[in-house]
Each structure stands twice: as structure tokens, then as C-alpha cells.
């Protein structure tokens, strides 16, 4: 590998505790080190921002209902204009897709951004082969899969018993057959009800035929991811999702977290994370009255270090909705009468795609906007907090420089604000008039790297520029020292780096992509838990009575993640 010495940068790190000071950046064999030999390569950074490689901790890029996204919605192409540049000369493959982007696509612009880390958010136990090959064809940036656990018929059936062990061993072995990453929960029991025509709306609702509530549903799985000792926390939609006043529950569901970390014997810090929190902040009762309730749940937020959220910003697009909870997003089209469709996974999950426009002019929109926004900004604790879009559900990923924008510059805020048709209304509805704070480049960094490295169990090597870690480096053309007088600026500079360097080797120079397929990898946990006879008998049971493939095709080969990072863990018997 090339050596590199990024010099005279303005550094921004949480991990060496550098806020915007001068200092030269080493790289060597694809590590940050002390210094480099009279070889290396010098990149000026004079008059730059310099971090670390971006981490998205939740987004929808890989897997069958991305895939569906793209064969239902032809129409997502048309949207040339809102595609930054549209084909980009110095790439070998064609960019297509707006919300939701082709593969090749998907890591162009993730890395245009400075990001070199996504998380799947959903992977279909069923279906994880497809996911791990849309991930293998995704260029440049390193990715992981989130198993989805939240309706599985296994995972229901042991909890109501409270049989931990056995939901462990299960939850163990399913993470190593898909090659998974962590514990993914959405609408618990909700998405199973709706297999009967049904939903679970609140923690205490009953799933339909399995005697177990979604509350029961959380809290077992919660007690399964400490025992297992995985690195992420358990990965949390709580139910409910876009309702007007669903705040009691999502404050209800924070609780369960809260009632575990009091009597954690494993002493972890955080043990829950909240995704796209922005949906689960709402007051009022119905659509006339809907407000946000950004304040009763940053409240909440702040006192408890065991929770962590992202985002979920709205950016005002269409977009393409797309989630495992299928209720939800029949209730999405019979609000706006776009087409939808309805996937259902036999035991373990289903989903739905519904078209989506979040028109400034639309009340509730403006008031979602306005909301994501005041999550952030409430924040006490950067540490805790991380900015997506859910994309592409709020919007797609490529607008995360016009959600900085926001953050950084409260005159764009205002300006978006007074851009409302129902602009009076829409801030009698929420508090984000109220809220002068600017974030920092710095609390930047935090909300974009050091924050999801921690809560994905990766700040050892990701998320910082310290000594020995991995070499992931962005370097974005804005002096931090004379701050643009024009906000619009901040979107520019962060839609498209001066640098990248990815594991050590130059991907973008100059604001061109010249490396496309640079080493990546695949990070998945092995989590090694006391063998299990009848969890291994039951798992062989069920496969032969009720699914539609054989336990041997079902699981992953070792050939759909060629470079992997496995991450091995021991539980806490």
C-alpha cells in the first residue's frame, strides 16, 4: 500500500480529542500511524476539514424489498435533476435511481459523502444471500446486515415461555447462518398480527395466536443481546410508527430498556438503540391537531444513557417508503392511494412498499421536518445521537448534507420554516423556531462517526484518527476558521469530498472517484453460546414442516462475503 501524510488539516476527532487544531494525518499498510517514510505521498488538507470516515447506522441498500423498490417504482429514474450530476463521467458503471439507487450507485455517492461504513438495517433471515450479494456488488464502502427477530415464530414461541438460553442459542446460530451483525426488532408482534389483517399499536397489545405481547417481545430480546455479549445493542422500531400521538408508547417501550439497565448484571452502558425516532415524537390526537413531541421524548432521552436514537430526518422529497412493518405501510396508502405491495417472509417477518411525497405544502410533513430537527438539536449527548434518514423512508441518503445544512445554520432552518404554505401552523406545532442552537463541525463528527463506531461496537478501529486505527479519511474543502457566509455552502462541500481514503488506498482525489473498487468487507458476529440439542432439533422440526427451502439452502456460503470481518462474542453464562 502507499504511504500518505494529509498535511495542515483542520482535524476534527472525538477519538484524540481534536476540535478543528491543525495536524498532519499518517497512513500506512491501511492504519493511522505515527509517521510515514520520506516516500509517502503528501496530500495538502491546508484550508480543509478533516475527519474520519463517515458511519450510517441505519439505511435500507440491500435486500429484496430494495430490489422491489426498484421494479415497482420505474418512475424513481425521471428524477434526474435531484441527482447530483447526474451520470458521473469518472465512474465505469451507469448511476441510476433517485430514492432508491442502484448498487453502484448507492456506493458512488456514500462515498462522495465521506462515508465508508452502512448499516442494512432489515435483512429477511430468508433472504439474507440476496442481501449479502447486493452488498458484495456495492462498491467502496464496507457494509453489515441487521437480522430481523421481532416476529419470528421461534423467537416468539421461546420468549412466551421465557426460555432465554433457547432464544440465544437461536438468535446465535440464525446470525451465523445469514452471517448477521446484531438484533433488528420491528413493529414486535405488529408485523405478525398482520398476517391476520391485524397490528400491535401499543407494548401491551397481544400478538394473535402466540400469547405474548410486543412489550414481553423487547424486553426478551434485550436480555438475549446482553447475554449473547453482542456488540450493538438491540436495534429498535418500536411500534406505532407514524401515528399521531404515539408518544406514550414510545416512551413506554424507552422504559423497558431503562427497567433492564437497573438490573443489568453485565454492566454494559447502553442497551438500547432507538431508529428513526423522528416517526415515534408525535402529539395530538389525529391529523388536524398533529404536533410534535420532540420535547417529552428528548427529556427522556437525556436522563437515560442507556438509549441510543437516530434520526430519521425528513428532507422533504419523494422518496419510496419500504419497511418490515407491513401494517404500517397499508396505512400509508390509504392515507395517499399510491400503489402498494405486501411481501410476507413465512415465520420470520414480512414487508411493504408505498411511494411517498413529502410536499411542503402537506401539514403533517412540515411538522415531521420540523420534528427530526428538534431531536437533534435537544440532544445533551452527540455521543448518543446519529442523523439518517431511514432512507429512503424520510428521504434518501444523499440529502444527509442538506440535514447538516440544517443543523449547522439556523438561518436555512428559519428560511425552510417561512417556505411552509402553512408556515404559522406549522410553528404553533412544533418548537423548532425556539431552538437558536447550531451544531458544531465538531458535534458534527460525533453525530456522523465517533457516535455510531461506539454504538455499533467499533470504536476500536472506526470512527476516529487516532494511532492505529483504520485508515478512513475524509477531507471536505471548508476552513473551519472562515465558516461560509452562505449556509448553502455546508450542502456543496458535504455532498461531495475533496479526498477519500479507504483501508489506506485513495478512492477519491480531488473530487473524483479513482479507485471504484477499493478492498471492503462484510462485518458479521460470531457469537458462541453452550450447544443446544433441542433449539438444533426444533430449528431441523420447523424446516422440514413449514419452510419452503431446506435448512442447507437457507444458509449463507462463506463465497457471498469474500472479505469478511467477523467479530467474535462469548455469552455471559
Same mark, same amino acid.
Given at each position: 500500500?502507499?504511504? =500518505?501524510?494529509?498535511?495542515?488539516?483542520?482535524?476534527?476527532?472525538?477519538?484524540?480529542?481534536?476540535?478543528?487544531?491543525?495536524?498532519?494525518?499518517?497512513?500506512?499498510?491501511?492504519?493511522?500511524?505515527?509517521?510515514?517514510?520520506?516516500?509517502?505521498?503528501?496530500?495538502?488538507?491546508?484550508?480543509?476539514?478533516?475527519?474520519?470516515?463517515?458511519?450510517?447506522?441505519?439505511?435500507?441498500?440491500?435486500?429484496?424489498?430494495?430490489?422491489?423498490?426498484? $421494479?415497482?417504482?420505474?418512475?424513481?429514474?425521471?428524477?434526474?435533476?435531484?441527482?447530483?450530476?447526474?451520470?458521473?463521467?469518472?465512474?465505469?458503471?451507469?448511476?441510476?435511481?433517485?430514492?432508491?439507487?442502484?448498487?453502484?450507485?448507492?456506493?458512488?455517492?456514500?462515498?462522495?459523502?465521506?462515508?465508508?461504513?452502512?448499516?442494512?438495517?432489515?435483512?429477511?433471515?430468508?433472504?439474507?444471500?440476496?442481501?449479502?450479494?447486493?452488498?458484495?456488488?456495492?462498491?467502496?464502502?464496507?457494509?453489515?446486515?441487521?437480522?430481523?427477530?421481532?416476529?419470528?415464530?421461534?423467537?416468539?414461541?421461546?420468549?412466551?415461555?421465557?426460555?432465554?438460553?433457547?432464544?440465544?442459542?437461536?438468535? +446465535?446460530?440464525?446470525?451465523?447462518?445469514?452471517?448477521? =451483525?446484531?438484533?433488528?426488532?420491528?413493529?414486535?408482534?405488529?408485523?405478525?398480527?398482520?398476517?391476520?389483517?391485524?397490528?400491535?399499536?401499543?407494548?401491551?397489545?397481544?400478538?394473535?395466536?402466540?400469547?405474548?405481547?410486543?412489550?414481553?417481545?423487547?424486553?426478551?430480546?434485550?436480555?438475549?443481546?446482553?447475554?449473547?455479549?453482542?456488540?450493538?445493542?438491540?436495534?429498535?422500531?418500536?411500534?406505532?410508527?407514524?401515528?399521531?400521538?404515539?408518544?406514550?408508547?414510545?416512551?413506554?417501550?424507552?422504559?423497558?430498556?431503562?427497567?433492564?439497565?437497573?438490573?443489568?448484571?453485565?454492566?454494559?452502558?447502553?442497551?438500547?438503540?432507538?431508529?428513526?425516532?423522528?416517526?415515534?415524537?408525535?402529539?395530538?390526537?389525529?391529523?388536524?391537531?398533529?404536533?410534535? +413531541?420532540?420535547?417529552?421524548?428528548?427529556? =427522556?432521552?437525556?436522563?437515560?444513557?442507556?438509549?441510543?436514537?437516530?434520526?430519521?430526518?425528513?428532507?422533504?422529497?419523494?422518496?419510496?417508503?419500504?419497511?418490515?412493518?407491513?401494517?404500517?405501510?397499508?396505512?400509508?396508502?390509504?392515507?395517499?392511494?399510491?400503489? $402498494?405491495?405486501?411481501?410476507?417472509?413465512?415465520?420470520?417477518?414480512?414487508?411493504?412498499?408505498?411511494?411517498?411525497?413529502?410536499?411542503?405544502?402537506?401539514?403533517?410533513?412540515?411538522?415531521?421536518?420540523?420534528?427530526?430537527?428538534?431531536?437533534?438539536?435537544?440532544?445533551?449527548?452527540?455521543?448518543?445521537?446519529?442523523?439518517?434518514?431511514?432512507?429512503?423512508?424520510?428521504?434518501?441518503?444523499?440529502?444527509?448534507?442538506?440535514?447538516?445544512?440544517?443543523?449547522?445554520?439556523?438561518?436555512?432552518?428559519?428560511?425552510?420554516?417561512?417556505?411552509?404554505?402553512?408556515?404559522?401552523?406549522?410553528?404553533?406545532?412544533?418548537?423548532?423556531?425556539?431552538?437558536?442552537?447550531?451544531?458544531?463541525?465538531?458535534?458534527?463528527?460525533?453525530?456522523?462517526?465517533?457516535?455510531?463506531?461506539?454504538?455499533?461496537?467499533?470504536?476500536?478501529?472506526?470512527?476516529?484518527? +487516532?494511532?492505529?486505527?483504520? +485508515?478512513?479519511?475524509?477531507?471536505?474543502?471548508?476552513?473551519?476558521?472562515?465558516?461560509?457566509?452562505?449556509?448553502?455552502?455546508?450542502?456543496?462541500?458535504?455532498?461531495?469530498?475533496?479526498?477519500?481514503?479507504?483501508?489506506?488506498?485513495?478512492?477519491?482525489?480531488?473530487?473524483?472517484?479513482?479507485?471504484?473498487?477499493?478492498?471492503?468487507?462484510?462485518? $458479521?458476529?460470531?457469537?458462541?453460546?453452550?450447544?443446544?440439542?433441542?433449539?438444533?432439533?426444533?430449528?431441523?422440526?420447523?424446516?422440514?414442516? =413449514?419452510?419452503?427451502?431446506?435448512?442447507?439452502?437457507?444458509?449463507?456460503?462463506?463465497?457471498?462475503?469474500?472479505?469478511?470481518?467477523?467479530?467474535?462474542?462469548?455469552?455471559?453464562?
Amino acid at each position: 500500500m502507499t504511504e =500518505y501524510l494529509i498535511k495542515n488539516g483542520h482535524v476534527f476527532d472525538v477519538v484524540s480529542g481534536v476540535k478543528g487544531d491543525k495536524k498532519d494525518i499518517a497512513i500506512k499498510d491501511g492504519k493511522i500511524v505515527e509517521k510515514v517514510s520520506s516516500k509517502a505521498k503528501t496530500v495538502d488538507a491546508s484550508g480543509k476539514t478533516v475527519m474520519a470516515g463517515a458511519l450510517d447506522i441505519h439505511s435500507h441498500v440491500a435486500g429484496p424489498k430494495v430490489n422491489l423498490g426498484r $421494479w415497482f417504482r420505474p418512475e424513481d429514474k425521471w428524477f434526474r435533476g435531484q441527482m447530483r450530476g447526474g451520470i458521473v463521467k469518472e465512474t465505469s458503471r451507469m448511476e441510476q435511481g433517485f430514492s432508491i439507487p442502484s448498487v453502484f450507485r448507492t456506493g458512488y455517492c456514500y462515498g462522495r459523502m465521506g462515508y465508508t461504513f452502512v448499516m442494512e438495517a432489515a435483512m429477511p433471515p430468508m433472504y439474507a444471500r440476496h442481501v449479502h450479494h447486493e452488498i458484495h456488488e456495492t462498491p467502496i464502502i464496507d457494509e453489515a446486515a441487521l437480522p430481523v427477530f421481532g416476529n419470528n415464530w421461534f423467537v416468539m414461541e421461546y420468549l412466551k415461555e421465557k426460555e432465554v438460553e433457547k432464544t440465544a442459542a437461536y438468535i +446465535a446460530w440464525l446470525m451465523r447462518v445469514t452471517k448477521g =451483525y446484531g438484533i433488528k426488532v420491528v413493529n414486535p408482534g405488529g408485523t405478525e398480527a398482520w398476517g391476520w389483517g391485524l397490528n400491535c399499536l401499543g407494548i401491551n397489545d397481544e400478538v394473535p395466536y402466540f400469547d405474548i405481547t410486543p412489550g414481553e417481545i423487547v424486553s426478551g430480546l434485550i436480555e438475549c443481546n446482553e447475554y449473547l455479549g453482542l456488540p450493538h445493542s438491540v436495534h429498535l422500531h418500536p411500534n406505532s410508527l407514524g401515528d399521531p400521538g404515539n408518544n406514550p408508547v414510545t416512551l413506554d417501550t424507552m422504559k423497558l430498556a431503562s427497567k433492564y439497565k437497573a438490573n443489568n448484571k453485565f454492566g454494559r452502558e447502553q442497551v438500547l438503540h432507538m431508529t428513526h425516532l423522528q416517526f415515534h415524537s408525535y402529539g395530538g390526537s389525529g391529523w388536524g391537531d398533529f404536533c410534535s +413531541a420532540s420535547k417529552e421524548i428528548m427529556d =427522556y432521552v437525556n436522563k437515560h444513557p442507556e438509549i441510543t436514537f437516530d434520526t430519521g430526518n425528513v428532507t422533504l422529497d419523494e422518496t419510496t417508503t419500504m419497511t418490515a412493518d407491513g401494517p404500517f405501510e397499508h396505512h400509508l396508502c390509504a392515507l395517499n392511494h399510491l400503489k $402498494w405491495c405486501n411481501v410476507d417472509v413465512e415465520l420470520e417477518t414480512g414487508s411493504g412498499v408505498v411511494p411517498f411525497i413529502y410536499s411542503p405544502n402537506v401539514f403533517p410533513c412540515a411538522v415531521q421536518w420540523a420534528t427530526g430537527l428538534e431531536l437533534a438539536l435537544l440532544s445533551k449527548d452527540p455521543m448518543r445521537t446519529m442523523i439518517t434518514t431511514d432512507h429512503p423512508n424520510a428521504g434518501p441518503f444523499t440529502r444527509y448534507p442538506r440535514v447538516f445544512k440544517w443543523l449547522l445554520s439556523k438561518k436555512t432552518r428559519d428560511e425552510q420554516m417561512a417556505a411552509f404554505k402553512n408556515s404559522g401552523k406549522v410553528a404553533d406545532a412544533t418548537i423548532l423556531n425556539e431552538l437558536d442552537r447550531e451544531i458544531t463541525l465538531y458535534e458534527l463528527s460525533q453525530m456522523t462517526r465517533a457516535a455510531p463506531a461506539k454504538a455499533l461496537g467499533l470504536s476500536s478501529s472506526r470512527g476516529g484518527l +487516532a494511532v492505529g486505527m483504520d +485508515a478512513e479519511v475524509a477531507i471536505y474543502d471548508i476552513d473551519p476558521t472562515k465558516l461560509p457566509t452562505d449556509p448553502e455552502e455546508y450542502e456543496r462541500v458535504f455532498s461531495n469530498v475533496s479526498y477519500l481514503f479507504k483501508n489506506g488506498d485513495m478512492v477519491i482525489k480531488e473530487g473524483s472517484i479513482i479507485l471504484e473498487n477499493p478492498t471492503k468487507m462484510t462485518f $458479521w458476529v460470531n457469537a458462541q453460546v453452550p450447544d443446544n440439542k433441542q433449539v438444533t432439533r426444533d430449528v431441523r422440526e420447523k424446516f422440514l414442516r =413449514y419452510y419452503t427451502v431446506t435448512q442447507p439452502n437457507y444458509e449463507v456460503p462463506d463465497s457471498y462475503a469474500p472479505h469478511p470481518h467477523v467479530i467474535e462474542t462469548t455469552a455471559n453464562v
